[in-house]
C-alpha cells in the first residue's frame, strides 16, 4: 500500500480533492451540509471504488449491489461519490447544489437522479428501505433461482445502507433493525456513522443508549471502524462484514463529523451552513492543497476514479453471462422473469377474480381476502402481509407461506426465507418502509395491512411511495366508526381526506366485493402510485348493478349505479362512497316515495374520478343539477368541492364512541332520516324556494 494505505496514490489525491468540494459549494451558497459529507468521504470512496458492485452506465442493473443513503441531508455524500464513478454527474452540477431544477436537490430523489436508489430526508426511512430491498432479493431469488449456492445466484447482490445518529434514533430504525435481525437478512450491511453530533450538539443531550449493544440484541453482527481516516482499516470492517453469513450487520464506523476542518469539526457547526473561508482554507492546507484553489479536481484524477467505470463494465458482462446461463437451464423462471421486466400479466388471470352475486352481504375487507387468495395463485409477484392484524386485515392467505427463517417457523406458520406472507410484527411505520423498498428495487407487487386508523403510524413512508409514484398497495380494514366496539380511539374519522390530501396518493372506498374486485384489476393493469383500500369491518350488500357497470365504473372512479327512471336530468344527486353507497342507496327509495327523483352515485376512488375527461365527470355529476349530498362515515373536508354551494355534506364531524356499530352510526347521524333531511335542504337551496312535496306528486 502507497500514501496513507491507498493502493494508488492518485486515491488518495481523489479524496482529499473530493472532501472539500462540500466545503466550497456550501459555503458559496450560504446554506447546505456539508460536515458529513467531508468525514465521510474516504468510508464511501472505499465502498464504491472497491465494495459496491455498481455499473455506472447502467444503474437500472439487477445484479447491482444497492446502496441507500438513509442520512439523506448529506447527499453531498452521495452526490460526490456518483461524480467520482462517472454517473453523469459534473462539477457544474454539484455546484448547483439544492437550485431549482439542478441534479443534485437538497436531498436525494428518486427517478431524477441516476444512482440514487430511493428519496431520502425523512431520517431513518432509508434503513426500513434497505430492509425491504433485502427482502426483496430474498423473495426474488427464492421465486427464480432458489437452489444455487450463496452468492452464486445473478439474484444475489448486497445491500448497503449509510445511516447517522438521526436515523438511528428515529423509530422506524428501531423497528425495522428488529425485524431485520429476527429474519436474519444477509448481504445486508448497515453503516452507521458515529460521529457524535446531530443539529443541536452533542448527542450526550438527547441519548445514552449503547447503541451496538441494542442493535446486537436485535440480532446483528456488529463490526467497528475505529479510524475513519484510514483505507485499511474501513477495508478491515468492511471485509468482516461482507464475510459474515447468517444476519445481518451492523458497522459502526467512528468519524468526527467535518474532519480534518480544525475548528468547526467534530462540532455540531459542521452538520450545516457555511463554515467561513478561513476554516475552508485551513483545512484545505491540513490536506495538502492550495487554500486559493476553489472547486478543483485535476482532470487526471477524475479520471483514475472513473476507471470504476470500467471494473463495473466487467462485473456487469461476467454477470449477463451468468444470467444467460440460468436462462437456459431454467425456462419456465426465465419466462416469469422476463414477464416481471416487462410488468405484464399472465394470461387468464382476470379468471380468477370472484364474482360476487347481489343479495350476499359481506364485508369489504373479507370480500378483499377472497380477492387476494385467487391473485395468490396466479401472480407470484403478489406478496405482504400485515402488521399482526392477518386474521383480521384478511391477508391470512390460505397455503401461502410465511417469510421466516427456519427457526422462526411453526406448525401454524410454515415458512421459508424467501416466504410470500409477511408477518411485520406491530410495527406499522416499519411496514411502510419495507413496502417502499421492496417496491422501488424490484417488480414484485408488495402489500401492506393494519387498521385504517393506525395508518396515521406509517403515514410518513406512505408519503414518500406517492412521491415516489411506488405501487404499494395498503389493505387499511375497519375503515369508520361502524367499526363500533372498539371506540373512538380505534374509529378512524379525519383518515380518509387526511390520505386523499397526499399528493399522488390514491385512495379506494369500495362499496361491495365487485368494486373490490374492480380496484384490484384497476391497481394491477395501471400501477401509478400507492393505492390504500379503505375495507369495511361490517357486511356490506352487494350492489345489485350489472357487474360490468360496476367494474367498469369503479375503474373510473365513480359511477351510477342507481337513477331515477322518468329520463332527462334527475332532481338531486346522492354521492356515497363505501358503506354509505347502500344507506344512500335506501335515503333514494325514501325519497322516491316523497316524489324526489334522486341519482345514486358510487365513487370509490376520487382520484380516478377527477382523471376522467370532463365528459364523463358530468355526465355522472350533471352540473345543472345543483342539489347534491355526499354520504361518507369520515369527516366532510373535501366534499364540499363535489356537491358545490347548493349541497349537503353527510359526515362524522367528530370523534365516535364505543358501541355497537349501528349504534354509533346512529349517534354519528349517518341514518336514512339524515340523508333524507339533507337532500332536501339541498333542493331547498338550489331551487331557490321552500322545498315541500306536492302531494303524490314530484318535489318542487
Ligand atoms: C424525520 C426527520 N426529522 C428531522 C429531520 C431534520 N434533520 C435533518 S438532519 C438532522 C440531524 C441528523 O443528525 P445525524 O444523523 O447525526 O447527522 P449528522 O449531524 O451526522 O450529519 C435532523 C434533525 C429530518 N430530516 N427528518
Known amino acids: 500500500m502507497t500514501q496513507q494505505g491507498w493502493a494508488d496514490a492518485r486515491d488518495a489525491l481523489v479524496v482529499a480533492h473530493a472532501r472539500v468540494l462540500p466545503l466550497d459549494i456550501v459555503q458559496a451558497k450560504g446554506n447546505g451540509h456539508a460536515g458529513t459529507a467531508v468525514s465521510l468521504t474516504p468510508a464511501l470512496y472505499v465502498l464504491f471504488q ?5 455499473d455506472p452506465a447502467d444503474d437500472r442493473w439487477w445484479g447491482r449491489d444497492r446502496f441507500v443513503l438513509s442520512a439523506g441531508h448529506t447527499s453531498l455524500s452521495l452526490y460526490l461519490q456518483l461524480y467520482l464513478s462517472g454517473y453523469g454527474l459534473e ?40 430492509v425491504g430491498m433485502a427482502m426483496a432479493r430474498q423473495r426474488m431469488r427464492t421465486m427464480l433461482d432458489p437452489h444455487a449456492p450463496a452468492g452464486q445466484s445473478p439474484f444475489d447482490h448486497r445491500i448497503w445502507c449509510l445511516a447517522g445518529d438521526g436515523c438511528l434514533q428515529e423509530g422506524i430504525s428501531h423497528e425495522a433493525g428488529a425485524l431485520a435481525g429476527h429474519l436474519k437478512l444477509e448481504d445486508l450491511i448497515l453503516i452507521w456513522d458515529d460521529n457524535e453530533v446531530t443539529i443541536e450538539g452533542d448527542t450526550a443531550i438527547a441519548t445514552s443508549e449503547d447503541v451496538p449493544a441494542r442493535w446486537a440484541a436485535y440480532g446483528w453482527h456488529i463490526v467497528t471502524i475505529d479510524d475513519a481516516e484510514d483505507p485499511d482499516a474501513i477495508r478491515a470492517g468492511f471485509d468482516a462484514a461482507v464475510a459474515h453469513r447468517g444476519g445481518p450487520v451492523f458497522v459502526r464506523l467512528r468519524t468526527r463529523i467535518g474532519h480534518p476542518m480544525p475548528t468547526v469539526g467534530g462540532t455540531g457547526a459542521a452538520h450545516s ?7 475552508i482554507a485551513r483545512t484545505k492546507q491540513i490536506l495538502g492543497l492550495d487554500p486559493e484553489e476553489w472547486f478543483a479536481m485535476p482532470a487526471e484524477l477524475l479520471e483514475h476514479a472513473r476507471t470504476v467505470r470500467r471494473r463495473g463494465a466487467a462485473a456487469h458482462a461476467e454477470w449477463d453471462e451468468r444470467l444467460e446461463g440460468w436462462r437456459q437451464q431454467n425456462p419456465a423462471a426465465a419466462e416469469l422473469h ?45 406478496w405482504g402481509g400485515s402488521a399482526d392484524l392477518a386474521e383480521t386485515n384478511g391477508t391470512m392467505v390460505a397455503g401461502m407461506e410465511s417469510f421466516l427463517p427456519p427457526y422462526a417457523t411453526s406448525e401454524e406458520w410454515p415458512g421459508a426465507p424467501g416466504g410470500r406472507m409477511l408477518h411485520f410484527g406491530i410495527r406499522e411505520h416499519a411496514m411502510g418502509g419495507i413496502l417502499n423498498g421492496i417496491s422501488v428495487t424490484s417488480p414484485t407487487r408488495p402489500y401492506g ?14 408519503r414518500l411511495a406517492a412521491l415516489m409514484k411506488l405501487p404499494v398497495t395498503y389493505i387499511w380494514t375497519h375503515d369508520s366508526v361502524a367499526l363500533g366496539e372498539d371506540g373512538p380511539t380505534h374509529q378512524p374519522v379525519e383518515h380518509l381526506w387526511a390520505l386523499r390530501g397526499i399528493p399522488g396518493m390514491t385512495l379506494v372506498r369500495p362499496a361491495d366485493g365487485n368494486e373490490t374486485v374492480a380496484a384490484w384489476i384497476r391497481m394491477m393493469t395501471r400501477p401509478d402510485g400507492p393505492v390504500g383500500l ?21 375503474g373510473r372512479g365513480a359511477y351510477v349505479v342507481a337513477d331515477h327512471g322518468g329520463g332527462g336530468l334527475p332532481d338531486l344527486v346522492l354521492i356515497a362512497t363505501g358503506s354509505e353507497v347502500s344507506l344512500a342507496l335506501q ?9 324526489v327523483r334522486a341519482r345514486v352515485v358510487s365513487a370509490p376512488c376520487l382520484e380516478w374520478f377527477d382523471h376522467e375527461s370532463e365528459e364523463y365527470r358530468d355526465a355522472v355529476l350533471p352540473p345543472e343539477v345543483a342539489a347534491r349530498v355526499s354520504v361518507e362515515a369520515g369527516n366532510g373536508v373535501g366534499w364540499h368541492r363535489y356537491v358545490g354551494s347548493h349541497g349537503e355534506v353527510v359526515s362524522v ?32 337551496r338550489a331551487t331557490g324556494q321552500r322545498h315541500r312535496v306536492a302531494a303524490g306528486g314530484r318535489a318542487g
Open 50 to 54: 472497491e465494495y459496491l458492485r455498481h
Open 91 to 130: 462539477i457544474e452540477d454539484l455546484r448547483a447544489a439544492r437550485a431549482f431544477g439542478s441534479l443534485t436537490p437538497g436531498h436525494p430523489e428518486f427517478g431524477h437522479t441516476r444512482g440514487v436508489e430511493t428519496s431520502t430526508g425523512p431520517l431513518g426511512q432509508g434503513i426500513a428501505n434497505a
Open 273 to 279: 451552513g457555511a463554515p467561513g473561508a478561513d476554516e
Open 338 to 382: 422476463a414477464r416481471l421486466e416487462r410488468g405484464a400479466l399472465p394470461d387468464g388471470w382476470l379468471d380468477a377474480l370472484p364474482v360476487f352475486a347481489p343479495g350476499e352481504a359481506l364485508a369489504t375487507r373479507i370480500a378483499n381476502a377472497r380477492v387476494l387468495e385467487a391473485l395468490t395463485e396466479r401472480l407470484p409477484e403478489l
Open 449 to 462: 395491512a393494519t387498521f385504517l386508523c393506525f395508518s396515521d403510524y406509517m403515514r410518513p413512508s406512505v
Open 534 to 554: 379503505a375495507l369495511s369491518r361490517q357486511a356490506l350488500p352487494t350492489l345489485d348493478v350489472d357487474r360490468q357497470v360496476v367494474l367498469d365504473g369503479t
Open 587 to 595: 335515503a333514494r327509495e325514501e325519497l322516491g316515495t316523497a316524489g
Open 653 to 684: 364531524e367528530d370523534f365516535g364512541v364505543s358501541g355497537s356499530g349501528a349504534a354509533v352510526l346512529a349517534a354519528a347521524g349517518l341514518t336514512v332520516e339524515h340523508v333524507v333531511a339533507a337532500a332536501h335542504r339541498s333542493l331547498e
